[in-house]
T-cell receptor
Framework: DAGVIQSPRHEVTEMGQEVTLRCKPI?????LFWYRQTMMRGLELLIY????????DSGMPEDRFSAKMPNASFSTLKIQPSEPRDSAVYFC???????????FGQGTRLTVV | EDQVTQSPEALRLQEGESSSLNCSYT??????LFWYRQDPGKGPEFLFT???AGEEKEKERLKATLTKKESFLHITAPKPEDSATYLC??????????FGTGTSLTVIP
């Protein structure tokens, strides 16, 4: 398996624009996580899906952020409109489910100018 | 509230100088403690899972141990390639993983 695949790897956008980050989890994994990493706050859990259903989105900063998982092999994280404070590295991770290790993608480095 | 705290924030070691990293946690009912390594520009890479107090896991120069309140990552005779940020994480009852802020390890040749 190629692991968790995220795209794009880098994204530079202007304030106010819509940004969509994409994730393909490891085949057969039931759980999917979106994280945001910054120097100040470390890794923050944004949202968690189990069997394609959002279980907990309490980490989503505000209504500008939304996430979907239309099927077991694809998820998106959308920011609309984007703001400079959204600049960070966004990671997607998947796990087989239960209390087992999560495997991370390479991340998307987002810069909002 | 579930919490994960790592110390020190940063650690500089001479090559061959052994040391330990600490991860302390407060969770209601431990469902596993996970150690990850993160290199610059990459996603965290899974190292170990520990499920019960007294458990130990080893991989090359790394050894992870677990007590009822904390976990240690012991690094024996480190090499420059061990330089990375080491993160620990615990899941809550909802299987959401919460990470500590990490220890940035630098091993000087």
């Amino acid at each position: 398996d190629a692991g968790v695949i995220q795209s794009p790897r880098h994204e530079v956008t202007e304030m106010g624009q819509e940004v969509t980050l994409r994730c393909k989890p490891i085949s057969g994994h039931n759980s999917l996580f979106w994280y945001r990493q910054t120097m100040m706050r470390g890794l923050e859990l944004l949202i968690y899906f189990n069997n394609n259903v959002p279980i907990d989105d309490s980490g989503m900063p505000e209504d500008r952020f939304s996430a979907k998982m239309p099927n077991a092999s694809f998820s998106t994280l959308k920011i609309q409109p984007s703001e400079p404070r959204d600049s960070a590295v966004y990671f997607c991770a998947s796990s087989p489910g239960g209390y087992t290790e999560a495997f991370f993608g390479q991340g998307t480095r987002l810069t909002v100018v | 509230e579930d919490q994960v705290t790592q110390s020190p924030e940063a650690l500089r070691l001479q090559e061959g100088e052994s040391s330990s990293l600490n991860c302390s946690y407060t969770v209601s009912g431990l469902r596993g403690l996970f150690w990850y390594r993160q290199d610059p520009g990459k996603g965290p890479e899974f190292l170990f899972t520990l499920y019960s107090a007294g458990e130990e896991k080893e991989k090359e120069r790394l050894k992870a141990t677990l007590t009822k309140k904390e976990s240690f990552l012991h690094i024996t005779a480190p090499k420059p390639e061990d330089s990375a940020t080491y993160l620990c994480a615990v899941p809550n009852t909802g299987n959401q993983f919460y990470f500590g802020t990490g220890t940035s390890l630098t091993v000087i040749p």
